[in-house]
Nanobody, 125 residues
Framework: QVQLVESGGGLVQAGGSLRLYCAVSGGTFRSYAMGWFRQAPGKEREFVAGISRSGGSTYYEDSVKGRFTISRDNAKNTVYLQMNSLKPEDTAVYYC??????????????????WGQGTQVTVSS
């Protein structure tokens, strides 16, 4: 079974940075488009960033463009989300997801068949 495990979340002040990690085991990592989603209390799950199988194409929600960077290392079976200039509105549980059916990451959560357990990111003002 494919497993995704996120780490790197925590509490940070506004303007600070965090780097999230998603370790993938099982399956064939290089065949998965990968995405990061987040969900705040009372809100629906929201697309944050996506990356293609090779890492050659990346996509971002408008509100995080210029602040967040998604990357992957297929040799290490790991996808990353570097988050800079964090804002209180970035506070959410962040989830890593894998899509085995597409080359380029989808912005729709329904496209992803595998999900991690989530890691909490809290940004204080």
């Amino acid at each position: 079974q494919v497993q995704l495990v996120e780490s790197g979340g925590g509490l940070v002040q506004a303007g600070g940075s965090l780097r999230l990690y998603c370790a993938v085991s099982g399956g064939t990592f290089r065949s998965y488009a990968m995405g990061w989603f987040r969900q705040a209390p009372g809100k629906e799950r929201e697309f944050v960033a996506g990356i293609s199988r090779s890492g050659g194409s990346t996509y971002y929600e408008d509100s995080v463009k210029g602040r967040f960077t998604i990357s992957r290392d297929n040799a290490k079976n790991t996808v990353y989300l570097q988050m800079n200039s964090l804002k209180p509105e970035d506070t959410a549980v962040y989830y890593c997801a894998a899509d085995e059916d597409r080359v380029v990451a989808s912005r729709s959560a329904t496209s992803y068949g595998y999900w991690g357990q989530g890691t909490q990111v809290t940004v204080s003002s």
